[in-house]
T-cell receptor, first 111, second 112 residues
Framework: GQQLNQSPQSMFIQEGEDVSMNCTSSSIFNTWLWYKQEPGEGPVLLIALYKAGELTSNGRLTAQFGITRKDSFLNISASIPSDVGIYFCAGRKAAGNKLTFGGGTRVLVKP | DAGVTQSPTHLIKTRGQQVTLRCSPKSGHDTVSWYQQALGQGPQFIFQYYEEEERQRGNFPDRFSGHQFPNYSSELNVNALLLGDSALYLC???????????FGPGTRLTVT
């Protein structure tokens, strides 16, 4: 089963808002990655993090590798309608290249 | 620059049958990983291939097997299909030793 817990499970955004989501685990991970998946497509890599405390940006997206190495955070600034989709965190432990995924945060537009 | 491609896009099979899914990695990548994504869940790691050998395996039964060819493309085979095997099967490619995996669009398998 899933070892990574993502919250919130879903959220509504209004254009221009900043939004945050996080990913937590009871285990230590050595690499954190954030992906976005849209309907009918595979996940698209957004940001990769390699060191505890690391803060990395990709346009309006900023992600952080938690100090405890058991969590990671993703922020989207000034959201726009095309930010809609499912955001997944994925972690890699010390041994091997297997990625463990969270259950996803579904981002929807406020009606 | 061609990304990861998968075929077929959709597939419908009957319980007990066998299925083969195909993946071509992103240009320059030599490592292929396969994931199963059930509806409403995150992908789950099946196995990874490098240099035509299975290098790491997730918690999946032996009914799931794979192969990697000298041109780095890969196949996922599933025998004795169960209803619970219905899912989106994703292929991801990377350079060996890199942790950044790039996904294809997936193959939607429905078992009836």
């Amino acid at each position: 089963g899933q070892q990574l817990n993502q919250s919130p499970q879903s959220m509504f955004i209004q254009e221009g808002e900043d939004v945050s989501m996080n990913c937590t685990s009871s285990s230590i991970f050595n690499t954190w990655l954030w992906y976005k998946q849209e309907p009918g497509e595979g996940p698209v890599l957004l940001i990769a993090l390699y060191k505890a405390g690391e803060l990395t940006s990709n346009g309006r997206l900023t992600a952080q590798f938690g100090i405890t190495r058991k969590d990671s955070f993703l922020n989207i600034s000034a959201s726009i309608p095309s930010d809609v989709g499912i955001y997944f965190c994925a972690g890699r432990k010390a041994a091997g290249n297997k990625l463990t995924f969270g259950g996803g945060t579904r981002v929807l537009v406020k009606p | 620059d061609a990304g990861v491609t998968q075929s077929p896009t959709h597939l419908i099979k009957t319980r007990g049958q066998q299925v083969t899914l195909r993946c071509s990695p992103k240009s320059g990548h030599d490592t292929v990983s396969w994931y199963q994504q059930a509806l409403g869940q995150g992908p789950q790691f099946i196995f990874q291939y490098y240099e035509e050998e299975e290098r790491q395996r997730g918690n999946f039964p032996d009914r799931f097997s794979g192969h990697q060819f000298p041109n780095y493309s890969s196949e996922l085979n599933v025998n004795a299909l169960l209803l619970g095997d219905s899912a989106l099967y994703l292929c991801a490619s990377s350079f060996y030793g890199s942790y950044e995996q790039y996904f294809g669009p997936g193959t939607r398998l429905t078992v009836t």
